[in-house]
Every structure is written in C-alpha cells, then in structure tokens.
C-alpha cells in the first residue's frame, strides 16, 4: 500500500471518509497526516522483526580507523534501522554479543560505526523498507491504525476516537505478530544462509 492508501485508512478509523489525494495537498488531514508518517512507519519498523524487513550482509571494513576496545571497525549499513545480531560465517563461531555501535566525527556529521572482535562480520538487521510494495498487507493495516491514533484529537479533538484507534491497533498488533511467526522459516542452505538477503 502506498503511503497515501495507508493514511486514507487511517482516517476512515477516525470518521474521515474523504481522505486525501497526495500527502503534500493544502488540507489538515494531509498535513497532520505529513506530519506523522514517517516518524510512525520508521518506529514500527524498528520496534519488531518483520519477516520482510530482515536482511543479512557482510559488514564494510573500514581500514583508515582504529578502536580502542575492539580490533575492528565496520561501516553501519545505511539502510539499518536497528542491529539484530553480528556473527560470523562460520557455524562454530556463531553469534557475537560484544559489539558496540560508535559514532565519529568527520569534517560535516557524525558517522555512525560497528565495531568488534570479529574479522569478516556478518550482520542480521531491520532495514528501512522503501518499496511500497514489500509490505505486507497487516503491517499496513497496523500503521494506519498506528497513525489513525496519533491524528484523531488534531483532527477531531476527540480523545475517545484515539482509544478506539489505540484498542484497534493493539488487536492487528497480536495478529501481525503471530502471522509474522507463522511465516519466518529457518534457512535450509546453510551455505548460503550469510548471504546479503532478503528473508
């Protein structure tokens, strides 16, 4: 669903049966719904691991910088929402918990960095999910009601139709969670289960 198609939905829940047409029209509902949407829909990415968020690649070396701590230091993805783990390729050495992730300054912004012990580290984490398209159709459905929650009182003033928007979301949440269960499968090519993907 397109973020235009998930915010219309939104605001059928709060009693808006007009909807939008482009999240950039002169309107209040566009421009709370502006407002919200990506703050929501990165937050909802970040919080659980969705099936068709999780993606697995080899860590970028970084040559030029030394840690301290570790032996180390890895470019952060620039699609990564959130760590999930670091581990290596190797079935014996498995998942590493000590990782830091640090910031270092360069001549116009922090840069976010990964470092540790291992040589070749591999990363499982959440990536901000671009393609409208990959979604699946209840996480589309939560983040309407998610945004649903957060515009009821700026665009109706009434705190009850947010906690029928909040209830609404916390009944989709279990659901999404148990289906998302349901769906997540274990790699059957363990040799090719390092390799940069999509699950």
Same mark, same amino acid.
């Given at each position: 669903?397109?973020?235009?198609q ?9 009693g808006d ?10 309107t209040k509902?566009?421009k +709370?719904c502006?407002?919200?949407y990506?703050?929501?829909r990165?937050?909802?990415?970040s919080?659980f ?10 860590l ?12 180390? +230091? =890895? ?11 670091i581990?290596?390729?190797s079935?014996?050495?498995?998942m +590493?918990?000590d990782?830091k992730?640090?910031?270092?300054k360069?001549?116009n912004?922090?840069i ?6 291992l040589d070749?580290?591999y990363?499982e =984490?959440?990536m901000?999910? &671009? ?6 159709a ?5 983040l309407?009601y ?11 003033g009434?705190a009850?139709i947010?906690q029928?928007?909040?209830?609404? =979301? ?7 969670k148990?289906l998302?269960?349901?769906?997540? &499968?274990?790699p ?6 390092y ?5």
């Open positions: 669903m397109t973020d235009v998930i915010c219309n939905y939104a605001l059928l829940q709060i049966t007009e909807g939008i047409s482009s999240m950039t029209e002169n509902a566009s +709370v502006a407002r919200v990506e703050i929501e990165e937050t909802l990415l919080e691991p969705w099936n068709f968020v999780i993606k697995q690649a080899l970028v070396k970084v040559t030029d910088e030394t840690s301290q701590e570790f032996n180390f +230091v =890895y470019e952060y993805p620039g699609d990564c929402l959130r760590v999930l783990k581990f290596t390729g079935e014996t050495d498995g +590493v918990n990782y992730i640090i910031y270092t360069d001549a912004d922090n976010k960095r990964i470092v540790c012990n070749d580290a990363i =984490y959440i901000d999910m &671009q393609d409208e398209n990959a979604d699946s209840i996480f589309s459905k939560l309407a998610r945004i649903a929650a957060e515009i009821a009182v700026p665009l109706t009434d009850r947010a029928s928007a909040r209830q609404g =979301y916390a009944e989709t949440l279990a659901k999404a148990y998302t269960a349901l769906e997540r &499968q274990q059957i090519n363990k040799g090719n289960r390799m940069t993907a999509r699950r």
